[in-house]
């Protein structure tokens, strides 16, 4: 009797105009612990390894019509440990996602609120789906779909610190003032084609402490391709982007190569061989102009090696990456393992300051070993373990020791129960 009364309860709450809706409500828990020794960055002699556990926790509720899309993700991301046991209250409770689209026609929809943004590989704009916080925006989107087999998004987006009477300077806490995108995916036979422009805008403080001191938004573009071919069991994806423009007015000129070969052994095992270029800057070039790519949005750890030594947070403006790759996968019933070795250099010259001296391009070497097993639907458990040998010219970088263990072992438990699914037509009260 209790359900039946929960269940009446979602349908009245939820209940719009339709005639026939779906309303589901499904969680998250995900705590992972965590052993950094040598993470993001090389360890020195006698340094202790970090260990601790964080947890993600949501609630997802969806609801569905022929006129409406309607999502709310609500989300606490802790470390365990990080409030009293006897605390009266957490104010960690956020909104993850909170978005509604209006759809106009199966042609064309309206996406508007707080939402998760991701194309292709994730490679420009990513969900960032390991971050146990993840990665959204406050963002509108035109969704156009002339027919099945091409799709158009259109978005923006625009920030500001608080509510205000007048321009004020924002803090780009969101790591941009504003942006405008178009991204196109069409589906061609064998071949896929998608493109991207993005302008992004930075917004700073024009010749700050001179009269002529002035609020700025300085825009960059993002703009390249991504080509997939699929012929059964071998298949080749390739992407080029380039990036012009300004950021605190400092010049933009980058570019990005990616490639992978992809092949499937057999219904059990998979291979990709790849590789991945990003523009740099020498050490001893002095010039403002920005010459290193920037990925911007992208899920970042899923690439360049596990141990986040490139692009999570860190590696910008710095002196580029070539990254040449293997993924050896195997699938069997419900285990998963992946072994991946990454070669690392910079694409740019790294300079000893001190003597001027050239040192060698190749930064060090990476493997990354992964494992899974999927317990049932609602429960899987995922462990790595990676280790860097990192060279004389990555400790430039970087500092710390390339010589001695620099690795990262994690171990995660994801929990996700479907706990209500209904397919109702309009209650009328």
């Given at each position: 009797m209790k359900n039946k009364l929960i269940v009446l309860f979602m349908i009245a709450l939820f209940s719009v105009p339709s005639s026939a809706q779906e309303f589901n409500l499904s969680g998250e828990i995900r705590p992972r612990y965590e052993n950094r020794y040598g993470y993001s960055s090389l360890r020195s002699e006698g340094d202790k390894a970090g260990n601790f556990i964080s947890q993600r926790s949501r609630i997802n509720f969806d609801l569905k019509n022929e006129k409406l899309i309607f999502k709310l993700v609500i989300q606490n991301v802790r470390n365990w440990g990080d409030s009293n046991t006897l605390s009266p209250d957490d104010t960690a409770i956020a909104f993850q996602q909170a978005w509604g689209e209006a759809i106009f026609s199966k042609k064309l929809s309206l996406k508007l609120g707080r939402q998760e943004i991701s194309y292709d590989?994730?490679?420009?704009?990513?969900?960032?789906?390991?971050?146990?916080?993840?990665?959204?925006?406050?963002?509108?989107?035109?969704?156009?779909?002339?027919?099945?087999?091409?799709?158009?998004?259109?978005?923006?987006?625009?920030?500001?610190?608080?509510?205000?009477?007048?321009?004020?300077?924002?803090?780009?806490?969101?790591g941009y003032k504003t942006f405008q995108y178009a991204w196109y995916h069409g589906n061609f036979n064998k071949f896929k084609l998608s493109f991207l422009f993005l302008n992004n805008g930075i917004q700073y403080v024009n010749n700050e402490g001179l009269p002529s001191e002035d609020m700025k938004v300085d825009y960059s573009q993002t703009v390249g391709p991504r080509v997939t071919f699929n012929n059964n069991d071998f298949s080749i994806n390739a992407a080029f982007y380039l990036q012009k423009g300004m950021a605190f007015n400092n010049s933009i000129s980058a570019s990005y190569v990616g490639v992978n070969f992809n092949y499937m052994i057999s219904k059990?095992?998979?291979?990709?061989?790849?590789?991945?270029?990003?523009?740099?800057?020498?050490?001893?070039?002095?010039?403002?102009?920005?010459?290193?790519?920037?990925?911007?949005?992208?899920?970042?750890?899923?690439?360049?090696?596990?141990?986040?030594?490139?692009?999570?947070?860190?590696?910008?403006?710095?002196?580029?990456?070539?990254?040449?790759?293997?993924?050896?996968?195997?699938?069997?019933?419900?285990?998963?393992?992946?072994?991946?070795?990454?070669?690392?250099?910079?694409?740019?010259?790294?300079?000893?300051?001190?003597?001027?001296?050239?040192?060698?391009?190749?930064?060090?070497?990476?493997?990354?070993?992964?494992?899974?097993?999927?317990?049932?639907?609602?429960?899987?458990?995922?462990?790595?373990?990676?280790?860097?040998?990192?060279?004389?010219?990555?400790?430039?970088?970087?500092?710390?020791?390339?010589?001695?263990?620099?690795?990262?072992?994690?171990?995660?438990?994801?929990?996700?129960?479907?706990?209500?699914?209904?397919?109702?037509?309009?209650?009328?009260?």
């Open positions: 590989n994730e490679r420009i704009f990513a969900r960032a789906a390991w971050a146990q916080q993840g990665r959204s925006h406050d963002a509108l989107k035109f969704k156009i779909r002339p027919n099945q087999n091409h799709k158009i998004d259109l978005g923006i987006a625009y920030n500001t610190d608080k509510q205000t009477n007048s321009n004020e300077l924002y803090s780009n806490v969101a059990n095992i998979d291979t990709t061989l790849g590789g991945e270029y990003f523009s740099g800057k020498d050490t001893n070039d002095t010039s403002s102009d920005i010459k290193s790519f920037k990925p911007l949005f992208g899920a970042n750890h899923k690439f360049n090696g596990l141990m986040d030594y490139f692009y999570v947070g860190n590696h910008e403006n710095n002196v580029g990456l070539m990254d040449v790759y293997l993924h050896l996968s195997f699938t069997k019933k419900n285990w998963y393992f992946k072994l991946s070795p990454h070669y690392f250099a910079s694409s740019a010259q790294i300079v000893n300051l001190e003597n001027n001296e050239n040192l060698d391009c190749y930064l060090g070497t990476e493997f990354d070993f992964t494992m899974a097993y999927k317990i049932n639907d609602s429960v899987k458990i995922d462990a790595g373990y990676s280790q860097i040998f990192g060279t004389k010219s990555l400790e430039a970088l970087k500092g710390g020791n390339g010589g001695i263990q620099n690795s990262w072992a994690w171990v995660m438990v994801t929990f996700k129960p479907n706990l209500l699914n209904h397919k109702f037509k309009e209650l009328v009260l």
